[in-house]
């Protein structure tokens, strides 16, 4: 059984930053387009940036020109580098992937398990 992987979370000042990271389990699947989404306490599910394999990207207006999704397909992984961060951005943060099954020629929809990120001073 697959399922996504995310790491990188963590504490850190406002100015700072951070790369969290979102892979697939094991291989024998692909990474496809991943979009990432982050849940602040007491708010919704907001979207934050997006990426295709090709790696095109959109952003949010909230991440725009602070965070960077980037991809290494040869590693089958994404990340999500987070500069400038502020502490309207603590959340926990979500990768979600569409992931390509190599032995089953099937595509799936999968979600990241979330990883917490907290700016404070």
């Known amino acids: 059984q697959v399922h996504l992987v995310e790491s990188g979370g963590g504490l850190v000042q406002p100015g700072g930053s951070l790369t969290l990271t979102c892979a697939a389990s094991?291989?024998?699947?692909?990474?496809?387009?991943v979009t990432w989404y982050r849940q602040a306490p007491g708010n919704p599910r907001e979207l934050i940036a997006h990426?295709?394999?090709?790696?095109?990207?959109n952003y949010a207006d909230s991440v725009k020109g602070r965070f960077a999704a980037s991809r290494d397909n040869a590693k089958n992984t994404v990340y999500l580098q987070m500069n400038s961060l502020k502490p309207e951005d603590t959340a926990v943060y979500y990768c979600?992937?569409?992931?390509?099954?190599?032995?089953?020629?099937?595509?799936?929809?999968?979600w990241g398990q979330g990883t917490q990120v907290t700016v404070s001073s």
């Open positions: 979600n992937a569409d992931l390509w099954s190599l032995s089953e020629a099937t595509l799936r929809n999968y």
């Open positions: 094991r291989s024998g699947f692909s990474v496809n387009i």
């Open positions: 990426i295709s394999r090709s790696s095109n990207t």
